[in-house]
């Protein structure tokens, strides 16, 4: 695969990031894309464009504001709040945004001649979104090659590992002070560590503390 390119859907964040050295060590060329869909925290893109700039990659930045539009939610709307009530989908649940962001990543990577796009979706750690799943990506593979006559592969490098074996791929690719210090996770728009608080720095924490916990013992 080190002949052909791939698009990286990328956010900034822990799991876009890690995808993104992945996938620079699996293809010659890599190009990010990154949406811009009205995030609550429009540090997001700025986020993504410093992390591409620093690595030298191409950089698009799609403008998918019609979702805030749509489907409103705690991630585009401040007068939301961040919860999730027992037996519905957080609020944070974006409906069809990966199906939207898979479909432009998808139609970009057929104009610049890529066969091949990364997203960092995971049904280990997914928080209940129904558009992480694998049996979703999987789906949305075979429609978008039937829709552009064309055989693209969609990537799933987190799709089965659970937040702690994202930090250790992470340290493996050696990358985990940048991916720890220089993401943005954080529900409240905190780089790194985060606000601490929201799912999202929560779930973060808890698998790095696994993971370093984890070194230690082996350490010993």
């Known amino acids: 695969m080190k002949n052909e390119k791939a698009v990286v859907v990328f956010s900034g964040g822990q799991d876009s990031t890690t995808c993104l050295f992945w996938a620079l060590k699996q293809f010659k060329e890599v190009v990010a894309v990154t949406f811009n869909y009205n995030q609550r925290h429009s540090l997001e ?8 700039k620093e690595l ?12 805030n539009q ?3 939610n705690a991630l585009t709307r401040s007068d939301i709040e961040i919860e999730q009530k027992e037996g519905e989908l ?14 432009f990543a998808t139609i970009l990577a057929n104009q610049i001649g890529a066969k091949h796009i990364v997203t960092g979706v995971c049904e280990t750690d997914f928080s209940g979104y129904p558009d992480c ?3 979703f990506v999987k789906s949305c593979n075979v429609t978008l090659n039937l829709a552009l006559d064309h055989s ?3 990537h799933t490098p987190l799709m089965w590992i659970n937040k702690a074996e994202t930090w250790q791929m992470a340290d493996e690719l050696g990358v985990l002070d940048f991916v720890r210090h220089k993401t943005l996770t954080c529900y409240n728009g905190i780089i790194a560590e985060g606000c601490g608080e929201c799912p999202a720095c ?9 993971y370093l916990s984890d070194c230690e013992v082996k350490e010993q």
């Open 152 to 154: 693209f592969v969609i």
């Open 133 to 135: 799943r694998d049996a």
């Open 56 to 67: 030298e990659i191409q950089h698009h930045i799609l403008d998918m504001s019609l979702l």
């Open 90 to 103: 957080p609020s944070t649940f974006v409906p069809g945004r990966n199906l939207l962001f898979l479909s």
């Open 70 to 72: 749509l489907a409103p």
């Open 202 to 210: 929560e779930l973060r924490q808890k698998g790095l503390d696994e």
């Open 45 to 52: 893109i700025e986020v993504a464009k410093s992390i591409a």
